[in-house]
C-alpha cells in the first residue's frame, strides 16, 4: 500500500521569508501523481500545486514550486515570499495514473505566517 | 468553477443515532469520495465511487456505508453513531483523467456525544 508521510507537524516563517515543506512517499509503481493542497482556516482545500512523476522539470506555480526527487522519493513544497494568507494546513497527496485513481494523504504540516 | 456542497457544516448526533451527510457535486464528475480527517492522521479515506451505483472501500470503512443513486450525489452513513466517529468529513469529487485534482466540500464537523 502506498503511504505518505509529512515529518513536520508544524512549521513557521517570518513574512517574506522562504519555508520549505517536506513530504515522503512510499510507492512500487512509476507512474503517480503527487499534490499539494492547502487548508485555511475556511476548512475549504485548495490546490496549490501537482507534479507528474514521469517529468524531470519541478512543477511551479507563482510563489510555489516544489523539489521532486523521484529516486528518494521526496516531494517537498517551497514558499517564496509567503505571506501571512499563506497560514494554512499544508497537506501532501499521492495518486496513481490510473484513471480515478484516488488519493493518498500525508498527516499535514500546519504552516504559521509570523508578521 | 467546480462546486461541492455539504449539507451541514456542523452536525451533533447522540450515540447510537443513524446520521446521513450528503454530498453533491454540480461538474458531472464520475468520481466521489469520502474522508475523514483527525488531527495528526491527516486524511484517511472511507468510501469512494467511480460510478452510479458502485462503491468501494477504503481504508477505514467500519462503522459507515455510502449511497450513489445519481451522479451528483454521494452519501455517507452512519448506521449507529459512536463517539469514535467524531470528527470532520470531507466530500470530494473529480473527473476520471489520473491528474485531476480532487474538488473538496467545506467540510462537516461531526460531534457524536
Known amino acids: 500500500a502506498q503511504t505518505v508521510t509529512q515529518s513536520q507537524p508544524e512549521m513557521s516563517v517570518q513574512e517574506a521569508e522562504t519555508v520549505t515543506l517536506s513530504c515522503t512517499y512510499d510507492?512500487?509503481?512509476?507512474?503517480?501523481?503527487l499534490f499539494w493542497y492547502k487548508q485555511p482556516p475556511s476548512r475549504q482545500m485548495i490546490l496549490v500545486i501537482r507534479q507528474e512523476a514521469y517529468k524531470q522539470q519541478n512543477a511551479t506555480e507563482n510563489r510555489f514550486s516544489v523539489n521532486f526527487q523521484k529516486a528518494a522519493k521526496s516531494f517537498s513544497l517551497k514558499i517564496s515570499d509567503s505571506q501571512l494568507g499563506d497560514a494554512a494546513m499544508y497537506f501532501c497527496?499521492?495518486?496513481?495514473?490510473?484513471?480515478?485513481?484516488?488519493?493518498?494523504f500525508g498527516e499535514g504540516t500546519q504552516l504559521t505566517v509570523n508578521p | 468553477d467546480v462546486k461541492v456542497t455539504q449539507s451541514s457544516r456542523y452536525l451533533v448526533k447522540r450515540t447510537g443515532e443513524k446520521v446521513f451527510l450528503e454530498c453533491v457535486q454540480d461538474m458531472d464528475h464520475e468520481n466521489m469520495f469520502w474522508y475523514r480527517q483527525d488531527p495528526g492522521l491527516g486524511l484517511r479515506l472511507i468510501y469512494f465511487?467511480?460510478?452510479?451505483?458502485?462503491?468501494e472501500k477504503g481504508d477505514i470503512p467500519e462503522g459507515y456505508s455510502v449511497s450513489r443513486e445519481k451522479k451528483e450525489r454521494f452519501s455517507l452513513i452512519l448506521e449507529s453513531a459512536s463517539t469514535n466517529q467524531t470528527s470532520m468529513y470531507l466530500c470530494a469529487s473529480r473527473l476520471t483523467e489520473s491528474n485531476s485534482p480532487l474538488h473538496f466540500g467545506n467540510g462537516t464537523r461531526l460531534t457524536v456525544t
Open positions: 497527496a499521492y495518486g496513481l495514473e490510473t484513471s480515478g485513481s484516488r488519493l493518498t
Open positions: 465511487s467511480y460510478d452510479v451505483k458502485m462503491k
Open positions: 510507492t512500487s509503481e512509476s507512474d503517480y501523481y
